[in-house]
């Protein structure tokens, strides 16, 4: 990445899917310049009428030959093919000879005077354009290309990072929920950036329909991690959920939805309200992680007397889910085979940007206290579904200044290990209702690049910071008392 010294920041990507290149301008300062050159520096007292015009056509010729030239030359590397150079050097030398006849006063014999008003503008547009050319070609060759998310991070321009998670739209009132959100609020987020853990749908159609809402809600872009629900096979599906892990994933890539590493390079000098933290360098690493969970992660006694249903049978991914052979869905096989598809990607993160402070989201648990203890659970079981030892392990070596992830629909916004970690759940109506009912709002994370609003209101976070977490414990909460009966 390499700011232009002068003009708008500009952070350009070698594209994988084009072949070519994206560039991506944040917004400049208004210099009351229409230039994109303030070394024009706008018009200034004294200038000729012809000035202003020279300024505009000289900006569209310009950006014409660096049309041609990033279409001839190597994109970003060293200087571009003859090509282009020729065709603007021809122009150049045409419209110059033009002007330097017109400073004579008898432009090819003519002795009009607004034809030589003409001509003496033609010769402005030619060595405008040969500056500016000249320029635009000196900055190239200053860029530093930064490769696609497959090889390090895209950078994304956002001004605020929300978090959500189970969405789970193919529930109605979830997608009107959704829906309304959308009407309401879209105009607030046209330079936000959504961070989406997981569990939206098991339809692909109401997943793309989903992304599509919040595409066109969060203008700064989606990112997104799949969940157990996201992976369901359907009766009439002839693969399995490696698959359609894969169908997912081609869905995201269709909608410009990131499923893969990327960086928001938050400019160093902003200074807004008393809640932001105080941090050297703003640049923020976004770092999906896929991942899935395994019954041995739960290493927390099992209350004993209780005639619970095992967890083949009461986790309906054992139903829904479908693995190869050689995977054995109660162990870790299937936990560590997504957690090596991270590799590549987060190892080539690091290494571009091995500085930045770190966001990683994933849809499973990497630590046991994320969830209440087992007697306060509805399913006491339900720890040997959510959570990950390769996740737990990838997270302490990432060491991001904050981890959101979803899964179990409990709000959460704690520090683990130095560690924030946080889930904003849509969850179910049901769950939503209690959770804080209609005008239930994602999770406002970060804001031009500082994390702020530690800790948000949540029922468990909140409980567990005034409340020991004991899993020793065994007396039942009176909830689940009623529903389970001792032996």
Known sequence: RTRLSSGPKKYTTQGEESGGKRTIAAPRPNTGCTSPYPSHGGRA??????????????????????????????????????????????????????GVNALSGKPFGLQSVYVSYFWAAAFAVGVGSWAATKRRTILRWRRKTLPTSTVGPQPIVASRVYAISDMHTDVSANLDWLKKYADEFSSNHENDLIIVAGDISDSLEVLRTTLAILKGTFGAGVAFVPGNHDLWCGPSSGGNSLDKLQDVLRVCDELGVITKPFVIPFDDDYDDDEDEEEEEDRTVLVIPILSWYHSSWDTEPDIPGLDLPPVRLAAADFRRCRWPEKFDPLSTDVAEHFDSLNNSCVDAALEAYPTARILSFSHFLPFQQLIPEKRMLYYPHLPKMVGSVPLRE?????????????????????????IRFIQAPVGYPSERNMAGGPGWRPFLVAKHGAFVNYPQPCRWSDYYRENVRDPSNFDLAPWVADKWSHE
């Open 45 to 98: 007292p004294g200038d000729t009428a012809c000035v202003p015009v020279t300024v505009c056509v000289c900006d569209v010729v310009s950006a014409l030959g660096t049309q041609i030239m990033d279409r001839t030359g190597e994109p970003g590397v060293g200087p571009p093919k003859k090509k282009g150079s020729k065709l603007q050097l021809l122009l150049t030398v045409t419209l110059t000879a033009w």
């Open 394 to 418: 990838r997270v302490r070596l990432l060491q991001p200044t904050c981890h959101i992830f979803g899964h179990t629909h409990f709000a959460w916004d704690s520090k683990i290990e130095g």
